[in-house]
Nanobody, 123 residues
Framework: QVQLVESGGGLVQAGGSLRLSCAAS????????MGWFRQAPGKGRDFVAV????????YYVDSVKGRFAISRDNAKNTLYLQMNSLKPEDTAVYYC????????????????WGQGTQVTVSS
C-alpha cells in the first residue's frame, strides 16, 4: 500500500555527514516498521537500521552505532537517516524499506522498497 522514494545521497569526504530522507505515499506509513539497508558494488543488500512504528525503538548494525541515527516523522510520512563521521566503507546505494513485522532486520521480511540513493564517501 505504501510507496517509498529516497533522496539526499551524494558525494562526501570521509568524516563528513549526510542526511537521507525517505518519503512515503499512502495512508498507512505509521503502520509499518521502517528500515534502512545498503548495497555496495558486487555485494548483497545489508541491514543498517530499523525503527518501530511509533519511532520509540531503534536498532543498528554494529558498524554504524554511534555514527548513524534513524528517525521518522509520521505526521510528514517521512523516514530519515542521519549519517555522521562517514567512512569510505559506508559507500553504497542506500534503500529504505517497509515491513509489517516489528523489529525486522532481514531483507526477506520487508514488503516495499524505495529506488535507492547513492552515497559515496571519498578518502
Amino acid at each position: 500500500q505504501v510507496q517509498l522514494v529516497e533522496s539526499g545521497g551524494g558525494l562526501v569526504q570521509a568524516g563528513g555527514s549526510l542526511r537521507l530522507s525517505c518519503a512515503a505515499s499512502g495512508r498507512t506509513f505509521s503502520s509499518y516498521t521502517m528500515g534502512w539497508f545498503r548495497q555496495a558494488p558486487g555485494k548483497g543488500r545489508d541491514f543498517v537500521a530499523v525503527i518501530s512504528r511509533s519511532g520509540g525503538s531503534t536498532y543498528y548494525v554494529d558498524s554504524v552505532k554511534g555514527r548513524f541515527a534513524i528517525s521518522r516523522d509520521n505526521a510528514k510520512n517521512t523516514l530519515y537517516l542521519q549519517m555522521n563521521s562517514l567512512k569510505p566503507e559506508d559507500t553504497a546505494v542506500y534503500y529504505c524499506a517497509a515491513s509489517r513485522l516489528p523489529g525486522a532486520t532481514m531483507v526477506s521480511l520487508y514488503d516495499v522498497w524505495g529506488q535507492g540513493t547513492q552515497v559515496t564517501v571519498s578518502s
